[in-house]
């Protein structure tokens, strides 16, 4: 079982910058796939940034390439969200999630195939 905490979501202006963190209790965080999703208001949540567990392979929403960077310190049991240029559409709860299948290359992007969730930091972007 992996507990995971995120933390950093917070009111921005448009083009302002923001960083998620998520901290994982347990000393498996390092073999896991990892990513972010986002839910907003009356939609379903969806797939933002992945990140494989040896951090080598890294897979993003269209709606974000160019604009956020997955990454992860598996010494600190963290994985980040950098993001920039932030846009009122970003406005959402975001989530991390693990998945606890060990040492897979592919990385998954629906959210059944994630099986640990924290609770969600929120993120408004303001116009």
């Known amino acids: 079982q992996v507990q995971l905490v995120e933390s950093g979501g917070g009111l921005v202006q448009a083009g302002g910058s923001l960083r998620l963190s998520c901290a994982a209790s347990?000393?498996?965080?390092?073999?896991?796939?990892m990513g972010w999703f986002r839910q907003s208001p009356g939609k379903e949540r969806e797939f933002v940034a992945g990140?494989?567990?040896?951090?080598?392979?890294?897979n993003y929403a269209d709606s974000v390439k160019g604009r956020f960077t997955i990454s992860r310190d598996n010494a600190k049991n963290t994985v980040y969200l950098q993001m920039n240029s932030l846009k009122p559409e970003d406005t959402a709860v975001y989530y991390c999630?693990?998945?606890?299948?060990?040492?897979?290359?592919?990385?998954?992007?629906?959210?059944?195939?994630?099986?640990?969730w924290g609770q969600g930091t929120q993120v408004t972007v303001s116009s």
């Open positions: 347990g000393p498996t965080f390092r073999r896991y796939n």
């Open positions: 999630a693990a998945d606890k299948r060990q040492f897979v290359e592919r990385l998954s992007l629906r959210v059944h195939e994630y099986d640990y």
């Open positions: 990140i494989t567990w040896s951090g080598g392979s890294r």
